[in-house]
């Protein structure tokens, strides 16, 4: 029966790769076999997932061969989407199938069922990859989880103590011994005859090798300074660009040479298995060095170039050393691992071998933190860079780390976890020098932006350096998860992962789908803001429509393009958003209370735009406050008030308030002028002044002319006003300025007086005063009454010895 079953899903296979015609009966038998193969390896995972003994490294391999089916398989679960969509469809075009005892007509009937029988055929192969791609990503997991549990298990291990002396002389044994083998092994290799035979053979290509490797050694350095030079000659000189190229090559062209002298002394056939295994490791090593001291080499520029001023040079200089021997300490750390790798020590001696590198890269970490300034220094440059503050705040972080993994991971080590130990110490060293890198790439990139800008130095303060330095965060990450532990299988698995996307509320999000939503409607943005751009300089103003119906139109069709682009990038991106549907009604409710405000504002601006009651450059007083509406968006109106400053006033509040609009349609607007002369002065004489005033104004129409009222006598003068219609009315107190000067001018030449408000005080108990003066007690006194009067003021002795106003 299960041998019927397994036939049965190898001819599925077959639906499920869409064979069919001429080649189905020759692939056949090479389809069953494929799921043949399937079936079996998932059964031998099953089997040894629940053994759980083989070893890391088969486990490795079994999962990387299921991560092949599944693959395939999650390929195949999305076969003959289109297919199935469009029988889909033709079936709903019949209508729905007729209800039991009623039939319908026999050509829609046998349609219908062929249909059927193939849109059964499509769906039956992509449930049956379902379930094998189930199977697979389970017995992956399940793969993943048994290594994390191992490795977990070996990290918190506690071994034997490498401050136990007993465990000293066997390891110096061990390392002795590891050291005479390799010299024994070469010394024989070098006295067989294989080597002569290879020397001669191979003696002219070993010959070249050496010799490259030697130029390259040697004068690498130096030719790269010289192309350092002939590439100035392009420009950007001060930029740095050049210089940081120049860097780069200092260091390749050495590495280069050592990877040329590796292949020579291979090929020589001088090394045994030990020394092959060790020189195959030794271009890595360089590299390392060479990095290491490129590293403190572009500290030690940027320092020189006055672009890294927390340091000063000599403690650059300093920091440069612990550099260079991190590095030494990491290929230490290197050759221990491949030590016990190939002579299959004890955990003692790879605990004794290990603990002095431990201890030393511990030591040298505390020392990087004490690198630093005195309090003035850093005063100094914190005044220097704006970014100091911000700065210093990770530089404090990273100090305090240092301070803690190098004074815990010597007590580990010293504690028998050594694995612990070094899982702490050596990634702690390469994430510091990656985050150096990252700095320096940022300061490159960034100085490259500066010099096609032409910004310089200001570039590395814009906002481009900061996203170039967020972008290489990002794409640090896998780096940094590869030095604390993650396995590049985890990586791949992360990736796979995220290319099939997450579910949110039923639409599946996938970086695919996302990047051509973002490509689409940033596109879809870009033309929008073109044509409004188009609209506003090009268009709109060789047409009559005012400025604020041009104002009007080009937001209008901001809105209307942004709202198409976002619809195409949806559609586009094939995001449903069809299951949302029921979420998005339920959350406008609380959204609908939350946000009533914000959706008022937001009617309120359309209704704006549309309307225009007001429009750009509308001289408006709303809620008190006087100035020129600026710009209309869609949440608020900012209107800049005659102070020159903005104010930011909510669109609801201009629809549902009261709104005095100034230039409404046209810029005409009334000016009064109020004036007032002294009693005995001719009016007939006053009025006909005013009215000369006003005609010869030039911002005064002729029609309506202008006109002169004699309002009423006041307390102090006669009271005439200037009443006259202006051409433009945002020039009102200009030309109420310019009437009041000429108004002055000729009440001057015409002897007119413009009277000041006099005032007759009476004074109760006066005879306080005098009591003060003679230097009598003073006798608290009735308050002083006033009394209006068109008139001056006379006061003398009698007048304030006077008791006659105590009832006045």
Known sequence: MQQQVRLFLAFVMLCLFGLGGPVFAQLTDKQSDYYRGWISTADRAEAVIEANRASNASLENLRSEINSYREDF??????????????????????????????????????????????????????????????????????????????????????????NPVHWRPAWIDVTEAARSLVNETVENVRSDVFKEQLQDRGPQILILVIIAAVLLLYGRRWSEKGGEYLRRFGGKGSGVWTFIVSLLRIVLPWIGVVFLVEAVVLTGVLGLRGSLLFEKIPYWAAIILYFDWIGRQAFLMGQSNNFKRLSAPKIKELRVYIDLLAAMLILHELAVLFEQIENISDATRAVVGFPVIVLSSLLLLRIRQVRQSTTEMAENEAYSGRAAGFSQVIEFIRRALFLLGITTPVLAAAGFINAAEAIVFPTIKTLVLIAALVIFQRFITAIYGWITGQGEKSQDSLFSVLVGFLLAILSLPILALYWGARQSDLSEAWSRLKLGFDIGGVTISPSNFLTFVAVFAIGYTLTRLLQSGLRNSLLPKTSIDPGGQNAIVAGTGYVGIFFAALAAIIVAGFDLSSLAIVAGALSVGIG???????????????????????????????????????????????????????????????????????????????????????????????????????????VLGNPAPNIVFQGFGADSLDFEIRAILRDVNWVLSVKSDMNHEINRRFVDEGIEIPFAQRDIWLRNAEVLHETSVGEPKVPAKSAAVKRQAGPVDLNQTDMESDDGDEA
């Open 593 to 699: 209370f939350g946000l009533q405000t914000i959706v008022s504002n937001f009617v309120s601006g359309i209704i704006l735009l549309v309307e225009r009651p007001i429009s750009k450059g509308d001289w408006i007083d709303v809620n008190g406050m006087m100035g020129y509406v600026r710009d209309i968006s869609v949440r608020s109106t900012r209107i800049e008030t005659f102070d020159r400053t903005d104010v930011i006033v909510p669109n609801s509040d201009l629809i549902s308030g009261v709104v005095t609009n100034y230039t409404r349609g046209n810029t005409i607007g009334r000016v009064i002028v109020p004036v007032g002369v002294a009693y005995g002065t001719d009016t007939k004489k006053v009025e006909n002044i005013l009215r000369e005033i006003a005609n010869n104004h030039p911002m």
């Open 74 to 163: 999650n390929s195949a679960r999305s076969a003959n989407t289109d297919r199935i969509q469009t029988l889909e469809n033709q079936l709903k075009a019949l209508g729905p199938k007729p209800e039991e005892g009623t039939t319908e007509p026999e050509d829609i009937a046998t349609l219908r069922a062929h249909l059927e029988t193939q849109l059964d055929s499509l769906k039956v192969p992509r449930i049956i990859s379902e379930e094998a791609y189930s199977r697979a990503n389970g017995l992956i997991n399940e793969i993943d989880q048994i290594i994390r549990e191992r490795q977990k298990k070996e990290l918190l291990e506690r071994g034997p103590s490498p401050l």
